[in-house]
């Protein structure tokens, strides 16, 4: 059977008229009947042209190693097809939060950032322009009962984390259900870009999630060379590599510490604590930046590496290689710390596969999707990649993965310093062209990083659409703590940790 | 000679317990690869509390505000019960014991209704908690009594502590290990450390004392520390008692021994502390049940001996 659609490989753009345009419902029949041939939802959004929104669905399979795309025209409501489709139920209520469109029969039909429409949109739910919106001050799902007890934690919570707010059905100390309500960090960065200065653009981009600041870079560069139409230089694109693998290890090894820390497993917390910065260190030799912040730049890197810092990079590779693997071994030889982890937060691979989870949570619960390996770019390309996975999915599963992603980084910035390619890091980058859309996918430290960009007829962008893997994995979170204890929540969570800020945008 | 004893008991069990708190910190700290706060913290903190000002939330009654001074109390008047470093204790009777264990268990009554007072979801999962496993941990105690008596056949905590000689380990080494495991699990449920409860964690979903006083600020949370620290010098003195049956006839190295090993306990207690992680909450009923078992078969070893 032919694809309805468009397909282009991870990185590349593709003129906006060679997109196939369906008629609405032969659109949404089109996404469930992809779906069940091996696509899944990578993006699903909406761009306003005049009176009318189009629609544009982007899909990646990673058997066939292609990204998909297509579009519609939406001049009504949009009936649901989350029933069907489960993973793209925020996607719906994110077009209907930003253009005021009615979302039939979306089985929870609420805003996901509790913020206004986008200029010229009506507003969804009807409240007026003057109306103050407050962020999380809805109807939350509720169950009755005189046994029933609700409990809300957050948007201010006890340690130095990022505003959100949760709420518990629960029976005793067993959680029937819980909803996630977040928006408390909206920025409006996809309007900023689009309607801002290009220049001031990058910076933004860097902030979306401040620990993912290199993969989302990289996700906004690369999608900026498909629509020029230029690849960044090969000495570039691996440094953009062992870049983005350094700031994976740094967050694995800050999140296997947190992680003691939860179970109260001290030694490792505090070793991993001080790796983790020994890993961020290692990023500020190549820029100056802990949190590599400037460094990766349309056309390649902005700096670039020399004889002496390699040695040191390799030099302090070694060591906090040999640190993380003493520090890690202490938790799983401790039979406390496993059986404390062993069970809580379990998500069903068939569970995974529905809600369209990424990254470490989708790896845990079996799935072997991992874009380096699904959709290589840049250095990837060069070596197959072995996605690491588990079959449990519950809290071992994801630090399991996590440490066993960390040894994998280890030993692909070890092998890509040594042969890292000649020539310059950074290559000129040309303009845009017009009316093209570009995709890039990245796989950032938490998962799947999606970055979709369309020019109009003079190159200009106009539109940018940045889904985090939070996106996809927040509903994961809250589905793994159902029949779970409560007083486990916080170790599920810190399993998943995901970002608020690269959800709210 | 009874005087002089009664003032270093009352000195040692005023001034000591924050300290037991600084070692095993320091313990853990050490293990951690930290240097740790000083050890003289907790003192600093309670002092900080006390010169503090409180806050009350206005949905809470007069059992929020009584609560610390209830602990407070009640503790006080615990630490009276138990003899400490092979002196009899200030006050001693028979059935003493019984006030002992229920002069702790009329503070953690005021402790949860004031959690519930407050109205707080988190701590109405705390309260709970606590009592139930406060129910589960009190026969382990009992128990141990029981068997305390029997060796001794003394019915007041200071017949059955002071001169307990190393000979009964000898004669029922058996079934005092098993009361000395019973022991060690209560005494680390009921001072809320790890593997039943962190006392250093932020989290409040998995907190089971700690969340109970969330809302409890200034003099009151100090008073509500200090009572805590007491508690566990308090319980930590009848472990010591046991395990460590030694008596040199000189009160003042009788003293002192007895502030060491005091000391030893605390690190002891880091070490488990430092060495492994916390139970999942639903684990900690089997845990304290087990304890109960390993003391009542303590009891059946010692009842069935003839005396």
């Known amino acids: ?505 | 000679m009874t005087a002089v004893n009664t003032i270093i008991h009352l000195l040692l069990a005023i001034t000591l317990p924050p300290l037991l708190l600084g070692v095993i910190n320091r313990t853990k700290a050490v293990f951690a690869g930290r240097c740790g706060a000083p050890l003289l913290q907790p003192y600093y903190d309670i002092i900080r509390l006390w010169r503090k000002g409180s806050v009350f939330s206005p949905v809470t009654s007069w059992i929020f505000k009584a609560a610390p001074v209830i602990t407070m109390a009640t503790t006080a008047v615990a630490a009276l019960l138990m003899p400490l470093g092979n002196h009899p204790a200030p006050l001693a009777f028979n059935g003493d014991m019984l006030l002992f264990a229920y002069l702790f268990a009329l503070s953690r009554f005021f402790t949860v209704a004031a959690a519930l007072d407050t109205g707080s979801c988190f701590e109405g999962l705390g309260g709970p908690r606590e009592a139930a496993y406060s129910c589960l941990a009190e026969p382990a105690l009992f128990f141990s009594f029981i068997v305390l008596a029997r060796i001794s056949s003394s019915f007041s905590l200071s017949g059955m502590l002071n001169d307990f000689p190393l000979t009964v380990w000898f004669g029922s080494g058996a079934a005092l290990l098993l009361m000395v495991g019973a022991l060690f699990i209560i005494l680390l449920a009921e001072n809320c450390r790890i593997p039943f409860d962190d006392p250093n964690t932020h989290l409040e979903l998995t907190m089971v004392h700690e969340v109970m006083v969330l809302d409890h600020s200034g003099a009151g949370f100090a008073a509500i520390m200090y009572a805590a620290a007491l508690k566990l010098f308090l319980l930590g003195s009848l472990f010591v008692h046991i395990t460590v049956p030694f008596r040199s006839g000189n009160f003042l190295l009788d003293w002192l021994a007895f502030v060491a090993a005091m000391l030893l306990l605390a690190v002891v207690i880091g070490m488990v502390e430092s060495t492994m992680a916390r139970l999942k909450l639903t684990r900690i009923p089997q845990l304290l049940i087990a304890a109960s078992i390993l003391a009542a078969f303590a009891m059946l070893l010692v009842l069935r001996q003839p005396s």
């Open chain 1, 1 to 505: 059977m032919s694809s309805l659609l468009k397909t282009f490989v991870n990185g590349a753009a593709v003129p906006l008229g060679e997109i196939p345009d369906y008629p609405l419902n032969d659109f949404l029949q089109g996404m469930i009947d992809e779906s069940g041939r091996g696509w899944r939802v990578l993006s699903y959004f909406s761009v306003r042209e005049q009176e009318t929104l189009l629609l544009f669905a982007i899909m990646g399979s990673e058997t066939k190693q292609l990204i998909g795309a297509m579009q519609s025209r939406l001049t009504g409501a949009l009936p649901s097809i989350s029933r069907y489709l489960p993973q793209v139920h925020l996607f719906e209520r994110e077009i209907a939060e930003n253009y005021g469109v009615t979302v039939e029969d979306h089985p929870w039909f609420k805003p996901v950032r509790y913020i206004r429409p986008r200029s010229g949109s009506a507003d969804a739910w009807g409240r007026a322009a003057d109306e103050p919106i407050l962020p999380c001050v809805t109807d939350f799902y509720r169950v009755n009962g005189e046994e029933i007890h609700e409990v809300a934690v957050g948007p201010v919570h006890a340690g130095i984390i990022e505003p959100g707010h949760f709420r518990f059905q629960c029976h005793g100390e067993i959680v029937f259900h819980l909803e996630i309500a977040l928006g408390y960090q909206h920025r409006g960065i996809e309007e900023l870009v689009t309607g801002g200065n290009p220049a001031a653009a990058m910076h933004r981009m860097e902030t979306i999630a401040g620990d993912t600041t290199i993969g989302h870079g990289q996700a906004y560069c690369m999608a900026l060379e498909g629509l020029g139409g230029t690849a960044a230089s090969s000495r570039g694109n691996s440094l953009r590599a062992i870049a983005l693998e350094l700031e994976r290890l740094a967050n694995h090894t800050g999140d296997l510490g947190a992680l003691a820390g939860d179970v109260g497993y001290l030694p490792t917390m505090s070793y991993c604590g001080r790796i983790r910065g020994d890993f961020l260190n290692m990023t500020a030799v190549i820029c100056g930046s802990r949190f590599g912040r400037g460094i990766v730049r349309p056309g390649g890197t902005a700096f670039d590496l020399q004889p002496k810092q390699i040695a040191e990079l390799q030099r302090r590779l070694d060591a906090a290689a040999s640190d993380l693997k003493n520090a890690v071994e202490l938790l799983w030889q401790s039979s406390s710390v496993i059986a404390r982890c062993d069970g809580p937060g379990s998500v069903t691979p068939e569970d995974a596969t529905e809600l369209g989870l990424v990254g470490v949570a989708a790896r845990a619960s079996g799935l072997q999707r991992d874009v380096r390996s699904g959709f290589p770019f840049g250095a990837y390309q060069k070596t197959p990649w072995q996605p690491q996975t588990d079959s449990h999915g519950d809290v071992y599963a994801r630090a399991m993965v996590r440490w066993l992603e960390a040894q994998q980084s280890i030993d692909f910035i070890a092998a890509e310093l040594d042969r890292l390619p000649a020539g310059n890091c950074l290559t000129p980058v040309a303009q845009p062209r017009p009316e093209m859309l570009a995709v890039a996918l990245i796989e950032g430290w938490r998962g799947e990083i999606c970055h979709t960009v369309i020019t109009d007829s003079t190159g200009n962008l106009t539109a940018c659409k940045i889904v985090d893997p939070s996106f996809h994995n927040w509903t994961g979170l809250a589905l793994a703590l159902r029949g779970e204890q409560i007083s486990d929540f916080p170790l599920c969570n810190k399993s998943f940790n995901l970002s608020y800020c690269g959800f709210d945008l």
